[in-house]
């Protein structure tokens, strides 16, 4: 069923969708209708003016993933469930996802989802691409942790240089929250246990979304009570006129309050949101290509950092303005941290390939010293490795080493070490 607004009445009417492209006969105001999808104007507060492409899609889902990172973890498993405006289930989408690794034993034990049950499933970007086809333009999605879920669902997309279509986004925990739902804690169990819910709570898709939609279902029901109530006694053809009427106000009212509560999907992933700045950096790289596809200089965003700029002119600002002393020492932290025992072995041992082991050991320990990821490195290059020198060098200024001014010039020194790397990568001499 699908909902049309009469163009001369203004009586919303629920319609099956083979109608769709017909002609007829309004049943309130008897005048002629063509039956499609246009959106209706809608008054709004100024902020929401008002819906496109007509009533939105209300769409519970949640994800399963490999893990809590969306910069390097995938989807495994998407569920999700279609409803109307007062909760009622409409349609459902299910699917497991290849997420093209090996997921983690905690995972499989968590979820009961292996390996071998993902192994001939579409990977993670068309799970996503077929549910958004699924669910149609102009959707409103709730979920839980929405920032979470919402960063995966557009990573996966992005990875493969796919833009996610426009949608809203309502975190169901804090519209409890904002409703002031009484529960022990504003999380997705401690919710449950307060509406009363009493269905599976197993850590699986498709589980989760039938807990969302009892969430969304009692939240809709405070709305609704908070809407004045048509006072009309529904008596004759002209009180059941007037209740239509009063129904319809009503249900478009809900719609209008969803709206408003709603974040854009792109919002909710965040500014930082990796996946939408790398794809950003490659969108940059290809446009400045099609542009200057002679010109060498445009291959060489790649594999540098977005941060790179930045720390070298903060580097630079350091370096001019705090000297070291003679008797300044080596800021190597406690002598009975892991990594400095390792570090010291390093310095000690005269195999290359054993102080090599022992270089890769404390910089995986967060070496708290430049000279490790300076020795390693060179040990790369050395070898001709350059993914592998690059990648140590990212690892160095992922902590806060770089910052402090004693080790300035050696932090200068790991950055245009990473400049050189660029070209090597790139294919540039």
């Given at each position: ?163 996610s279509p426009e949608a809203k986004v ?93 974040t854009t999907l792109d919002e909710m ?161």
């Open positions: 069923m699908i909902e049309f607004k009469c163009p001369h009445c203004k009586t919303i009417l629920h319609i099956p969708e083979e109608f769709i492209g017909s002609t007829g006969t309004c049943k309130n105001c008897h005048n002629s209708i063509t039956i499609d999808l246009k959106p209706a104007n809608t008054p709004g507060n100024g902020r929401n003016a008002a819906l496109p492409m007509g009533r939105p899609t209300l769409v519970v889902f949640r994800v399963e993933v490999t893990g809590p990172a969306s910069r390097k973890d995938s989807i495994i498993e998407l569920a999700a469930i279609k409803f109307d405006s007062m909760g009622q289930q409409l349609d459902t989408f299910w699917s497991l996802a290849n997420p093209d690794e090996s997921i983690p034993e905690k995972i499989v034990e968590r979820t009961n989802i292996t390996n071998d049950m993902v192994a001939q499933s579409p990977f993670s970007f068309e799970v996503v691409k077929d549910w958004f086809d699924w669910m149609g333009p102009n959707a409103i999605l709730f979920t839980d942790h929405a920032h979470f879920h919402s960063k995966f669902i557009c990573a996966s997309l992005l990875r493969e240089d796919m833009v309502i975190d169901v925990i804090h519209w409890a929250e904002d409703l002031e739902v009484p529960a022990q804690e504003y999380k997705l169990h401690p919710l449950l246990q307060a509406i009363g819910y009493s269905g599976p709570a197993a850590h699986r898709a498709t589980d989760s979304c039938q807990g969302l939609l009892a969430i969304v279902q009692h939240l809709l029901k405070i709305e609704l009570g908070r809407l004045p109530h048509q006072e009309q006694e529904e008596v004759g053809v002209l009180g059941k006129l007037l209740g239509r009427k009063s129904a319809a106000e009503v249900d478009e009212r809900i719609f209008v309050k969803l709206n408003s509560i709603a992933c965040g500014p930082n949101f990796y996946a939408k700045e790398k794809f950003e950096q490659r969108k940059r790289v290809r446009e400045r290509s099609r542009n200057a596809e002679t010109d060498p200089e445009t291959l060489l965003v790649i594999h540098i950092p977005e941060w790179y700029r930045e720390k070298k002119r903060l580097l630079q600002e350091s370096e001019q303005s705090a000297a070291l002393s003679d008797d300044e020492g080596s800021d190597i932290g406690p002598e009975d941290t892991p990594w400095t025992e390792v570090l010291m072995a390093a310095t000690e041992s005269e195999d290359s390939e054993e102080q090599r082991k022992y270089l890769m050991k404390a910089v995986s320990l967060g070496a708290r010293d430049p000279w490790p990821y300076e020795r390693l490195t060179a040990f790369f290059i050395r070898t001709r490795d350059y993914q592998s020198a690059q990648q140590v060098c990212q690892k160095y200024f992922e902590g806060e080493t770089w910052k402090l001014p004693m080790h300035a010039e050696s932090s200068l020194k790991l950055l245009q070490r990473m400049e050189k790397l660029e070209r090597k990568l790139a294919g540039v001499s």
